[in-house]
Every structure is written in structure tokens, then in C-alpha cells.
């Protein structure tokens, strides 16, 4: 194998296994964290885990503010609340514990702590200046990936959109994950996260920024997912079913950080931003659609992710993309996912307005077949 152009690969430090959350107090400790900022939301609290982190901290000689005002799609006003409240109280390191949206709103506010102004003016590709202080990541969900990756997706309410900030500036320094946390997620959301996983894996292996490093980390998480996904949505208490999440959803989250992603996310960014859906089961509904319009451009790899998704080496090369669409809608069945979008809200006369939001969207960029804005009208009319 070839690379015909520079790749790099970037990822911070992770700890994965049962208990990696009780080492929060030395990363406080080695950081010199004296005021924390814990950034959550409502569910994680009722979830007891804020409580845990609290103690660790205090245990530690650390002081604690916590910020839950983090909505399922996370808002530039509510970063700036964030980042209100990191400055009044004084702190000095961000702990964010929960799914992407405490993620990604922390490193919204880590930006806004040492680089001020308005979040909105960090929107694309490394506009950021200076690192943020210390970010601690515990993730809840296998999902997301934001506790590896260097993007943020932020919801801008007055326009109605979502927007990116890509940055290694928002890395963070560390990220505990912990299988154990799988178990208060509520069902529906392992199986949304879950799918969004298995997304930024499929997304990043057809990417025209994947590289060997990424394709290796791409390609196990796609294994382990499709293999994991029901047994973690069906037995909440299955801990090799939890740990094989979460370590999919890493896999897939260090592949998309470093190979970008595509158009189920372009489109998929254009949807919850206007209707606030949950961004996994959104992707869910794209993805087969996504795949056929794609397939013609990455016939070798959708071919390869087939086979990674259990159907018989071969059996793609009869049928077009048909099979990897069946195996695709056929693990969302298996998790509770039916119905398109229209069910969930997503109207026709919006299409017009979400496909020009879809082709301004950065992670479109990468995608192996680059559609015309008409294009992408026609796909969100088949997804409807
Ligand atoms: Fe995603």
C-alpha cells in the first residue's frame, strides 16, 4: 500500500478498562487542578457518577463547580454559560463526564477559557490559537468518541444549525474509559450511540483521508460492533458485551479524528440541527442511503466492510450494495431502530434548506463521492 499524500495521526492519552474512572484524583492531582470545572448533564447526575467524581475530588484537596446545563444537541449559549461560570468560580481544569454533548460542549468552553470571544468564531478547521487548560474526558456512552477526537459539534440555535470546530488544540489530555458507565445509559441510546459508532468507522475506512493507521483502527471497531452492539442493547449487564463497546466506539473515534468522516454526518448535522434529533439514531437512518450513493466511488471497501460485517466474502460483488444495506438495517432492527425520518419529524418542504446546510458541511469533504447539492436533495427525499 501506497500513501500519495502526508498523513498524520494524533490521539491523547487513554486509560480503558473496569475502574479507569477512579483515576480522575491523580490526573487532578498530576494536572495541578486546584478548581474544577465538571462538565455534565441531568442524567449523569441522576446516574450517581457525579457524585463519585465529587468525592474523588475532594479526596484529592480539589475544588469542584459543576455545569449541567448541556441540552442532547449542546448550544453555543450554553458553552458560553460554560464558560461564564469556569471564569466566576476560578477554575483551572475541565473534568466532562457523559456523552458527546458534556464532551464536546468542555472543549467548547476550554476554547472559549484561554481564547475568548464568541464559540461561533472558532467554526472549521484549526482556528484556534492556544490550548485550552487541562480536559479530563469520562465518557457514557460507546458512541461519540469525543473523548478522543478533534472535533466538537456545536448547535447554533438562532440559525438552526450545527457547525464543526476541528482542532488537535481540542484533544483532550486524557480519557478514562470506563465500561461500568455503559450500564445507566438508557437503552435506546446505547443502540443510537452504538450506530453512531459503527458510522464514524464506515465513514472514516471510505474517507478520502484514511490512511493504514486509520483503516486498522476503522476495521476492528466495525468487527467488534457489529458483534457487540446487540448482546450491550439486549443484556445491560453484559460487561465483555459493555467493554467490547466501548472499545469499538475508540477504534472508530481515533479513525474519524484522523481520517475525517462523510456525508452521513453532513447530512446528519443539517437534520438534528433542525429538528434536535439524537445524532446516532439520525445517522442510522442516513447511512443506508449514504452507502448507495458512495458505493460506485469505494466499491473495494464497501466489499472489505461487508465481509467485516459477517456476509460472505463475495456475495457483494453480485448484488451491488444491497447486502451491506440489508446487514445495516437488519443490525438496526436488532436494536430497535424502524422507520425513516419522516416519521421522526423531518419535513419535505425543510430539504431544500438541509441540503445546503449538508453541502457546506465540513466533514463532506471527505466523503469518496462528493455529491451536487441536487444530489443530496434526492437522498434526504429517499430517507424521508
Ligand atoms: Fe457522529
Redo the contacts with the bound molecule.
Sequence with gaps: MTIDTLRKFVMPEVIIGDGARNRAGLYLENYGIQHLLLVTDPGVIRAGWVDEISTLAEDHGVDLTVFDGVSENPRTDEVHAGAGLYHRAGCDGILAIGGGSPMDSAKGISILATNGGDIRGYEGVDQIRQMGPPLICIPTTAG?SADVSQFAILTDQAAKRKFAIISKMIIPDISLIDPALLATLPREFVAYSGF?AL??AIEAYVSTGSSPLTDLHACEAIQLIRTALPKAYRSRDDSSAALSMMLGSLHAGLAFSNASLGLV?AMGHAISGMYNLP??EV?SLLLPYVIRHNFPAARERYNRIATMLGLPVGKIHENGPDAIIDAIRCLGEDVGITGTLGDRGMMSSHIPDLASSAVLDPCIVTNPNIPEREEVIALYEAAL
Design positions: 461519540s453512531d458510522t464514524h454526518h445524532h446516532g445517522n
